[in-house]
């Protein structure tokens, strides 16, 4: 089992950039492939951004793509999140998740841990 912890959200304006990161413990996070995935208000959870155990392969959501970026420091244990251009649409709790596969499932059922969230709150 390996522990998430989700840091780097905050209140912003429309058009803002945030950066989110996920540390993680317990186990190295050189074997992990680690997703992003965010809940709204009254919505089920969506996948948000993966990257897998080595950085050599990225996955999107649509609604995301060219304004998010994935990236992942190994040797600090640490996932980012890089959200620029940020909407009132993209406000949500932002939850990491690991992938003890080493792969970046875009399904829930894909992961086995998962962090407590950072919440995202997108002003117009």
């Known amino acids: 089992q390996v522990k998430l912890v989700e840091s780097g959200g905050g209140l912003v304006q429309d058009g803002a950039s945030l950066r989110l990161s996920c540390t993680v413990s317990?186990?190295?996070?050189?074997?992990?492939?680690i997703s992003w995935f965010r809940q709204a208000p009254g919505t089920e959870r969506e996948f948000v951004a993966g990257?897998?155990?080595?950085?050599?392969?990225?996955n999107f959501a649509d609604s995301v793509k060219g304004r998010f970026t994935i990236s992942r420091d190994n040797a600090k244990n640490t996932v980012y999140l890089q959200m620029n251009a940020l909407k009132p649409e993209d406000t949500a709790v932002y939850y990491c998740?690991?992938?003890?596969?080493?792969?970046?499932?875009?399904?829930?059922?894909?992961?086995?841990?998962w962090g407590q969230g950072t919440q995202v709150t997108v002003s117009a």
């Open positions: 998740a690991a992938d003890g596969g080493g792969w970046a499932d875009p399904t829930e059922s894909g992961y086995d841990d």
């Open positions: 317990g186990r190295p996070l050189s074997t992990y492939g």
């Open positions: 990257i897998i155990w080595n950085g050599a392969t990225t």
